[in-house]
């Protein structure tokens, strides 16, 4: 029996392309197939470029014959969070009132993947403004989870999640502010990966809030996401908050035999509070099984009042950013907004420079005081990604008032506070809820330690097969 | 009204002009108060001296601390 090309991993795939044991364009061809399939049940692309991609995937397969072949993603289909400039092409991240000019330059993590011969497909959905973590976009069609079409997608990278969930392409890049990569990798049973503020460059990207921006690939693996983050980070002119690091490579890293294991803590005392009883048994085998791994898995109390403080800071941080860069299209297109994205950002335009000041000067260190409690025994941190399970899209749609909005602050609970810390993290799936739906781990590590928690969640992934695991193929009813 | 709704329907009138009721200025008053605290809570994170690019050393001396 054939394989189906739409199911295998990206790092599969692309390996694949360049051993010719499949061409680039049976690879795309199989992705097509799924996109009939899914698309008009998932609407999670906005865009699909079938004919331009076929070229280039005609292109990749004529340059393999003739041995002109490079790069680590060479003719491998991937699409995007509709974020990225690209020269000749308008972005709209999800709005009415944005477009990019069409001669601005294409975003570097997109000239990244050009380079190691990505082929992009198409462009996927976002919440509006990348500003918003349960998926819905009034702009578009309703973009649906992948595993079932009636809970959310998760937000805001709600296209990516479900894109790859679903199985239309091997990868996609996201953006994370306070959860936007994490949370819908969680929920559509994949793998998301937020690198360390600094460590990829945001030129090109459409900014929400520049201190706490991330841009981060979604995949079927954590291998894949470790060849993903070879490819697209590094130190970069154009955003000058890139940080220069050693140049090693992830995917070496995680496939080198003689790496040591790093240490685990389970985190209670913040990321452990209102937890879903299934998330709570997913989160208690996923440590079991990292035992059984050969890990050291110790529990770390950590201070809640600290993390407390921290997740009431990230908002106020996002919310005055947005509104600084929203300031001119807000003040002409108010009405064009979405109301919930209108109302998050419209508090910004009203918090004195004072305390926004305040929130970055103390960034550094409740950084210290985190790391001291968290990473004195421990390399790597264990939390649920989400508490909750996703809820549906019925519970979260045109609702307002108290149990609304602490619903979904739950969502971006356990990953808002690892943005304000600046923090690497990593979401991957570690069991399914009673309902069917799937559920995230996150690992947390050092700054710049993206290499350990990789490691622990390459290892899970040898020993465990939720992330191998893919959904029903969803058709449009009737 | 309160004083601090009435007072975000100035600086509304003062800066961005945007469209908002007096029942949403009442709900801006209620998340200005949270941020307001959140705030509180960060100023006695920090000195009189450390400025924001203080986060930025701190991520890279984490970094550098070996396991």
Not at chain 1, 200 to 211: C, D, E, N, P, Q
Not at chain 1, 347 to 364: E, H, N, Q
Request: a negative charge.
């Amino acid at each position: 029996m054939s394989r189906d090309w739409a199911e295998t991993t990206l790092v599969e795939t692309a390996d694949a392309i360049r051993g010719g044991t499949v061409s680039a364009s049976e690879v795309l061809e199989a992705c097509l197939d799924r996109y009939r399939q899914v698309q008009p049940t998932l609407s999670c692309f906005i865009e699909l470029d079938e004919s331009e991609a076929r070229r280039r995937a005609a292109d990749a397969d004529r340059a393999i014959r003739e041995g002109r072949a490079f790069g680590a993603l060479f003719g491998v289909p991937m699409a995007h969070k509709d974020m990225f400039h690209r020269l000749g092409r308008v972005s709209r991240c999800g709005s009415r009132v944005y477009g990019n000019p069409p001669d601005a330059p294409t975003a570097t993590v997109m000239r990244r993947l050009d380079a190691a011969g990505a082929i992009e497909i198409g462009r996927l959905h976002t919440v509006e403004f990348a500003l918003g973590p349960h998926g819905i976009n009034p702009n578009y069609p309703v973009c649906r989870n992948a595993w079932n079409p009636d809970h959310i997608p998760g937000g805001s990278s709600s296209g990516a999640g479900v894109a790859v969930g679903a199985r239309l392409v091997h990868a996609a890049l996201g953006s994370d502010t306070g959860g936007s990569v994490r949370g819908p990798a969680a929920v559509n049973g994949v793998v998301g990966l937020m690198p360390t503020h600094g460590r990829v460059s945001r030129f090109g990207a459409v900014a929400l809030s520049h201190s706490l921006d991330t841009i981060g690939p979604i995949a079927r693996s954590v291998l894949d996401v470790a060849r993903l983050l070879d490819v697209i980070s590094g130190c970069d002119p154009l955003d000058p908050a890139t940080i220069r690091q050693a140049n090693t490579s992830f995917e070496a890293a995680l496939l080198a035999a003689d790496a040591p294991l790093p240490r685990i803590a389970v985190a209670r005392g913040y990321f452990d509070a209102g937890l879903a009883p299934d998330v709570e048994r997913a989160l208690e085998e996923a440590a079991q099984s990292l035992r059984r791994g050969g890990f050291e898995v110790s529990d770390v109390q950590l201070p809640a009042d600290l993390l407390s403080e921290i997740a009431d800071l990230q908002p106020l941080v996002v919310k005055a950013e947005a509104a600084a860069n929203h300031f001119a299209l807000m003040q002409a297109h108010q009405h064009e907004y979405g109301i919930e994205v209108a109302q998050r950002i419209e508090a910004g335009f009203f918090i004195p420079s004072t305390d926004y000041v305040a929130a970055l000067k103390a960034r550094g260190n409740y950084l210290r005081s985190f790391a001291r409690a968290a990473f004195d025994t421990a390399d790597v941190l264990l939390t649920p990604t989400l508490p909750v399970v996703a809820p549906t899209i019925g519970e979260t749609s045109g609702k307002r008032g108290a149990a609304y909005n602490e619903m979904v602050a739950s969502l971006t609970r356990n990953t808002k506070v690892v943005n304000y810390l600046g923090l690497p993290a990593l979401s991957l799936p570690c069991g399914f809820s009673t309902g069917g739906l799937p559920i995230g781990m996150q690992l947390i590590a050092r700054p710049f330690r993206e290499a350990d928690m990789l490691r622990a969640g390459f290892v899970f992934q040898r020993d465990t097969d939720w992330h191998a695991i893919a959904p029903p193929r969803h058709r449009p009813a009737g | 009204m309160s004083r601090e709704a009435d007072l975000i329907l100035a600086l509304n009138d003062a800066g961005p002009r945007l469209d908002i009721s007096e029942t949403r200025a009442e709900e801006l008053a209620i998340e200005m108060r949270q941020h307001r605290a959140a705030a509180e809570a960060a100023r006695r994170m920090s000195a009189f001296n450390t400025e924001p690019a203080d986060f930025r050393r701190a991520l890279e001396d984490l970094a550098r601390l070996r396991p």
